[in-house]
């Protein structure tokens, strides 16, 4: 099974798909919550087995608000950036997809991963769900960057990193920014990494575990991993 990476790294070695640990920042501050648009309907719940209806289109700007088990954090998304990866996460926070889904994999200096989903019926609906890389347009793996981790050409699916720091190397090599954290950072740095970088490299979570065992292997093996409660659209 592919292993979703964001491959190599100039100072923290990638390699299959992954990276590493440390120390917790300190307790970050509250939050002040902005409105945010209701949690997706019980009857839009059978669209996180359809992958292939996730195609509306975005708007040309747009905001999410992540509610973690951290605090919350908020990301701005450009469309013009990468419009195949914007629409897909537009899509993707329409119908609830990163509720209660896994910041796995998060090294030190370099970035944290997740998007994968905590049931293993969801993810396997979308594990080969690939949308079509998006052609650089002049962003850059800076610090707060979103971008889609991904297993080599075209195989971007659901799942995200945040950059920790200047991660410009990786800019070449397919990983195209969609978005960046525009409020809450310091909540995104305090998230845990004291698993390191994922297994077979590091001690941290297997990612073909995750896809198949989903968040009951998370809870059981990792249990101070942070997590998103929600992630929705702000009006």
């Known amino acids: 099974m592919k292993?979703?990476?964001?491959?190599?790294?100039?100072?923290?070695?990638?390699?299959?798909?992954?990276?590493?640990?440390?120390?917790?920042s300190p307790a970050a501050p509250e939050q002040s919550v902005a409105p945010q648009t209701p949690a997706p309907?019980?009857?839009?719940?059978?669209?996180?087995?359809?992958?292939?209806?996730?195609?509306?289109?975005?708007?040309?700007?747009?905001?999410?608000?992540?509610?973690?088990?951290?605090?919350?954090?908020?990301?701005?998304?450009h469309r013009d950036w990468a419009p195949h990866g914007a629409d897909r996460f537009y899509n993707l926070v329409k119908i609830g997809f990163y509720d209660d889904t896994a910041f796995f994999r998060a090294v030190d200096g370099f970035m944290v991963q997740f998007g994968i989903h905590g049931s293993p019926e969801v993810s396997a609906k979308w594990r080969s769900a690939n949308i079509p890389d998006d052609a650089a347009a002049g962003q850059s793996n800076k610090r707060g960057f979103l971008t889609y981790?991904?297993?080599?050409?075209?195989t971007r699916t659901t799942q995200l990193f945040i950059n920790y720091g200047d991660n410009s190397p990786?800019?070449?090599?397919?990983?195209?920014?969609?978005?960046?954290?525009?409020?809450?950072?310091?909540?995104?740095?305090?998230?845990?990494?004291g698993?390191?970088?994922?297994?077979?490299?590091?001690?941290?979570?297997?990612q073909g575990r995750v896809q198949m065992e989903g968040n009951a292997y998370l809870k059981r093996d990792f249990p101070k991993l942070d997590y998103t409660k929600s992630a929705r659209l702000l009006p």
């Open 3 to 24: 292993t979703k990476l964001c491959i190599a790294s100039f100072l923290l070695f990638a390699a299959g798909c992954a990276q590493k640990p440390v120390t917790p």
């Open 41 to 77: 309907a019980a009857a839009n719940q059978a669209a996180l087995f359809a992958p292939e209806k996730a195609t509306e289109q975005a708007p040309s700007l747009y905001k999410v608000r992540f509610a973690t088990t951290k605090g919350d954090f908020t990301v701005e998304v």
């Open 149 to 154: 981790a991904t297993a080599g050409p075209n």
């Open 170 to 193: 990786l800019d070449n090599q397919g990983f195209t920014p969609f978005g960046r954290v525009v409020e809450g950072m310091e909540i995104v740095d305090n998230l845990f990494k």
């Open 195 to 206: 698993y390191g970088e994922g297994a077979p490299q590091g001690a941290g979570p297997d």
